[in-house]
């Protein structure tokens, strides 16, 4: 028993002794710069006169602005119908590109993972996808999408599904639809990769005793397959909430000053860099931060996950 502790604390030992130094570097090059975005957050910084700043506290999130004779009115993040908006656009990208992403990622899984002919090559076909670079798919598909000369609506319109062309990124009305559709298409192998994973994870007796007892396909994936990989499609999806959360690239590129696809991350750059306002970027920086962290813990708490070690 003795010896068995000592071995256990020599493991302590040597875990901490390779998760010190990673973690001062995460320190460093994560860590801080949040910290220094949380202060900035409570200044009147702007991008020129960063380092000398000012104090002015919660200002930059809610300030009243008194004018007199008992005349005012809010100003700040909080009171930026603007803001608000970028924050329901994002939660709601996130919501129905992650849905859509795990019902397709969940499909094309449990396909790969079926014996085939050719199935290692689709496998890494499958992947192709994810493996275009984010600002090279949003490219390729304004042009795909293009009202004009776009394959998309040509396409559409052979197939008599629309009588005329769709401006899908210049429209208030698919602008949305269009950042959701390309996600989608960029991300469901991530999410099928992550899923196939899983199912590799479950023992193929168990379907082969399912078989004998004569338990239909369909009642097996939902009384063996789907309780097995749940810790996996909820890693998946905490993942692909995480990205989707503070998705920038794909909006800045596909649809640019567009109010309907505006994100937090879009507002806290344009905040940031396009209107010299650096302190209230900083501020919805941070509120971004608590947001997705407060969506992710509630997400693992209600989903009783445990990441160290499955749940």
């Known amino acids: 028993m003795a010896q068995r502790s000592q071995l256990t604390r020599d493991k302590i030992r040597a875990a901490w002794i390779f998760l010190v130094p990673m973690m001062a570097v995460l320190i460093a090059v994560a860590g801080w710069p949040l ?32 004018y007199g004779d008992g005349e005012g009115e809010w100003i700040g993040l909080l009171a930026d119908p603007t803001w608000w908006r970028a924050v329901w656009n994002t939660i709601y990208f996130t919501v129905i590109s992650v849905t859509i992403e795990t019902a397709l990622g969940l499909i094309v899984a449990l396909v790969l993972n ?31 999408m293009h009202d004009q000369f776009g394959i998309l609506n040509d396409v559409l319109m052979k197939l008599w599904i629309i009588d005329a062309p769709i401006a899908w990124t210049a429209s208030p009305d698919t602008a949305m639809a269009a950042v959701i559709i390309v996600d989608v298409w960029k991300t469901t192998p991530f999410m099928a990769l992550l899923i196939l994973a899983g199912l590799q994870m479950v023992p193929s007796d168990i379907y082969e005793a399912a078989r004998l007892d004569g338990v239909h396909p369909v009642r097996t994936f939902f009384k063996v397959t789907l309780p097995l990989i749940r810790p996996a499609v909820m890693v998946a999806v905490i993942f692909r909430a995480l990205d989707s959360l503070r998705i920038f690239d794909l909006i800045y590129v596909l649809t640019p000053g567009t109010e309907q696809t505006k994100t937090m991350s879009v507002y806290a750059y344009e905040q940031l860099f396009a209107f010299d306002r650096f302190a209230e970027g900083s501020a919805a920086s941070t509120l971004l931060f608590l947001i997705i962290a407060t969506i992710t813990i509630v997400y693992i708490k209600l989903g009783r996950l445990d990441l160290g070690g499955g749940k």
Do not use: Q
């Open 114 to 144: 079926a014996e085939f002919y050719g199935r290692g090559f689709v496998r890494a076909a499958i992947l192709v996808p994810w493996a275009i670079p984010t600002i090279v798919s949003a490219k390729m598909w304004a042009w795909m």
């Open 35 to 66: 910290l220094r975005t949380i202060y900035l957050g409570f200044t009147d910084a702007r991008l020129g006169s960063i380092e000398g700043a000012e104090w002015i506290g919660y200002e930059n999130y809610l300030y009243w602005l008194d």
